[in-house]
């Protein structure tokens, strides 16, 4: 079945240092790829997606690229700030498959300052 | 963007008690909602999927008498925990796809904590 494997935290970086969250999947046909943010004490709130091979998600400084060679999405930021500091969850979906959207175990990102 | 809301956002209930909790798409309509359940510090967990008009889809181990779900509107969610114990005190997460639009991306609501005393 479908999987996600995430980068297991916590990661704990400096204010404006550079921000890597590995992720890779393994799926059946041609899924869609998602990075989900989770603040302290709140559901998830989408950050960026990609639906198809060599798309890039980005948003708020964050990027993503769908890699179908490597099935990879790993998130990236050039400097992050300590607002950023939150839980990252990559997923995937699949609208073949009506409930299928497979989360990572979440990777804890601390930035102090 | 699409807005799912839940209520409540925190419950407090006693051992034995039935506790209700609504997930709601705010602007716009859902033919397909999912319910998700967070234990500290871990991902989350599909519990069901919820089908407007018909039964909910349970995934392997809930127990759908134990949870129960309806979907009686294109908006509207309900999980009924019954019977409520200790253990079941969790973070409870919906989400809802656009029935309006040919995408897989699902909107999150922003989670009730339920704590079973």
């Known amino acids: 079945g479908n999987s996600v494997t995430q980068m297991e935290g916590p990661v704990t970086l400096s204010e404006e240092a550079f921000l890597t969250i590995n992720c890779t999947y393994t799926?059946?046909?041609?899924?869609?790829l998602f990075w989900y943010v989770q603040y302290p004490g709140e559901g998830l709130q989408l950050l960026l997606k990609?639906?198809?091979?060599?798309d890039k998600g980005s948003n708020k400084g964050f990027e993503a690229t769908y890699r179908k060679e490597t099935t990879s999405f790993h998130l990236e930021k050039g400097s992050v700030q300590v607002s950023d500091s939150a839980v990252y969850f990559c997923?995937?979906?699949?609208?073949?498959?009506?409930?299928?959207?497979?989360f990572g175990a979440g990777t804890r990102l601390t930035v102090k300052p | 963007g699409a807005v799912v809301s839940q209520h409540p956002s925190r419950v407090i209930c006693k051992s034995g008690t039935s506790v209700k909790i609504e997930c709601r798409s705010l602007?716009?309509?859902?033919?397909?909602m999912f319910w998700y359940r967070q234990f500290p510090k871990q991902s989350l967990m599909l519990m069901a999927t919820?089908?407007?008009?018909?039964?909910?889809?349970?995934e392997q181990g809930v127990e759908k008498d134990k949870f129960l779900i309806n979907h009686a509107s294109l908006t509207l969610s309900t999980l009924t925990v019954t019977s409520a114990h200790p253990e079941d005190s969790s973070f409870y997460i919906c989400?809802?796809?656009?029935?309006?639009?040919?995408?897989?991306?699902?909107?999150f609501g922003p989670g009730t904590r339920l704590t079973v005393l």
């Open positions: 989400s809802a796809r656009d029935s309006g639009l040919n995408t897989d991306t699902q909107y």
């Open positions: 799926a059946t046909g041609y899924p869609s």
């Open positions: 990609a639906t198809k091979a060599d």
């Open positions: 997923a995937l979906s699949a609208l073949y498959n009506n409930n299928d959207m497979r």
């Open positions: 602007d716009f309509q859902a033919t397909t």
């Open positions: 919820s089908n407007e008009g018909s039964k909910a889809t349970y």
